[in-house]
């Protein structure tokens, strides 16, 4: 189902930091299931088009520069309900204001470079799953 599926992304700094496998550890120790997970390097262009909703943001420019700068781990995941259990994980945006134990607090260096992406809603996380990945990369549920 939709609703119990959500978008995240290791952002550049995680994988600079190599700090991809603490993050999915975390992750799935908290119950959600890969469905679907590949590095890409997104150019200006495409940072900017996940991005487009921020577009008249002061931040826009400087994101999408900071989302092209190395690569990044898209993953589709589920679990019930996603969505708002996955933004729990993380922790808030500026890890300063992060709760303890939550993947920005632990893993964050500012607000800007904020280690991971989560979608903040389940349309946003089908319309942003879409945009990294086609349907036949999903893996259909195994049971």
Same mark, same amino acid.
């Given at each position: 189902?939709?609703?119990?599926?959500?978008?995240?992304?290791?952002?550049?700094?995680?994988?600079?930091?190599? $700090? /991809?496998?603490? &993050?999915?550890?975390?992750?799935?120790?908290? !119950?959600?299931?890969?469905? #679907?997970m590949?590095?890409?390097?997104?150019?200006?262009?495409?940072?900017?088009?996940?991005?487009?909703?921020?577009?008249?943001?002061?931040?826009?420019?400087?994101?999408?520069?900071?989302?092209?700068?190395?690569?990044?781990?898209?993953?589709?995941?589920? $679990? /019930?309900?996603? &969505?708002?259990?996955?933004?729990?994980?993380? !922790?808030?945006t500026?890890? #300063?204001?992060?709760?303890?134990?939550?993947?920005?607090?632990?893993?964050?260096?500012?607000?800007?470079?904020?280690?991971v992406h989560?979608?903040?809603?389940?349309?946003?996380?089908?319309?942003?799953?879409?945009?990294?990945?086609?349907?036949?990369?999903?893996?259909?549920?195994?049971?």
């Amino acid at each position: 189902m939709a609703s119990n599926r959500t978008l995240t992304i290791l952002k550049p700094d995680c994988v600079l930091k190599g $700090k /991809e496998g603490e &993050v999915i550890a975390q992750i799935q120790k908290a !119950g959600f299931k890969i469905i #679907a997970m590949k590095m890409v390097r997104l150019t200006p262009a495409t940072a900017g088009g996940f991005y487009e909703v921020h577009k008249e943001r002061p931040f826009y420019g400087e994101l999408c520069e900071f989302m092209s700068s190395g690569p990044c781990v898209p993953i589709i995941l589920e $679990k /019930e309900n996603a &969505v708002a259990d996955f933004r729990k994980l993380i !922790g808030a945006t500026d890890p #300063a204001e992060a709760e303890e134990g939550t993947i920005r607090k632990l893993y964050a260096d500012s607000k800007a470079e904020n280690i991971v992406h989560g979608s903040d809603s389940d349309e946003n996380a089908q319309i942003e799953s879409a945009y990294f990945f086609a349907k036949s990369e999903e893996v259909a549920n195994l049971g």
